[in-house]
């Protein structure tokens, strides 16, 4: 199994540009989340989804959206970048909710200039 | 409101040695208390987890936790210290009775592991 995925692991955009980060998962696991991590900040959760076909908004929800059209995967879009975003993002998933381990893929690495 | 923090942003300790790495929290209700370490340039792996029970948890590659009500405190524990264990140590906590649903992490304590 190759367990949580995500597409790319580095990028760079310009201001105003905009990107989708593809995470996918094959152990068949309902919730799946977005976070980002800054330094000295630790993991702060952008939006998650509880199964295919939803999504909801986590701590840090703005200028991001996200979409689950399949159970195994979750878009996270930026629509008009900005420096703020510059940031690791990490996609995770787990079999329950909140109170379940969670496994993370490797992160994207994206900065915005 | 939820809240975890790790008071330390490092900590050093020699191999073969026994290493801490503090964590207390705060909820309104009972908490599930989750350790996760982070090598370098990798996603976070899970360690172990407090739901409910036993107040000393263990986990993968020799970690411990001892769970404690009264001081509030989740401090993750070895006996021996592997320069291998040097690593990103994160703690997280979810209020069981909250209305909030999500996890919160705290900022990280980076562990060192001299030879």
């Known amino acids: 199994n190759a367990g949580v995925t995500q597409t790319p692991k580095f990028r760079v955009l310009k201001t105003g540009q905009s990107m989708t980060l593809l995470c996918a998962q094959d152990m068949n696991h309902e919730y799946m989340y977005w976070y980002r991590q800054d330094p000295g900040m630790g993991l702060r959760l952008i939006h998650y989804?509880?199964?295919?076909?939803?999504?909801a908004k986590g701590e840090v929800p703005d200028g991001y959206n996200v979409s689950r059209l399949k159970k195994q995967n979750f878009l996270l879009g930026l629509e008009s970048a900005a420096p703020s975003q510059t940031s690791v993002y990490f996609c995770?998933?787990?079999?329950?909710?909140?109170?379940?381990?969670?496994?993370f893929g490797p992160g994207t690495r994206l900065t915005v200039t | 409101a939820q809240s975890v923090a790790q008071p330390e942003d490092q900590v050093n300790v020699a191999e073969g040695n026994p290493l801490t790495v503090k964590c207390t929290y705060s909820v309104s209700g009972n908490p599930y208390l989750f350790w996760y370490v982070q090598y370098p340039n990798r996603g976070l792996q899970f360690l172990l987890k407090y739901i409910t029970g036993d107040n000393l948890v263990k986990g993968s590659y020799g970690f411990e936790a001892e769970f404690n009500k009264s001081q509030t405190s989740f401090h993750l524990k070895k006996p021996s210290a592997l320069v291998s264990d040097s690593a990103l140590y994160f703690c997280a906590v979810r209020d069981a009775g909250g209305a909030t649903n999500k996890l919160i992490f705290g900022t990280g304590t980076l562990l060192a592991v001299q030879p």
């Open positions: 995770a998933s787990s079999y329950g909710g909140f109170s379940y381990e969670q496994y």
């Open positions: 989804s509880v199964g295919e076909g939803t999504t």
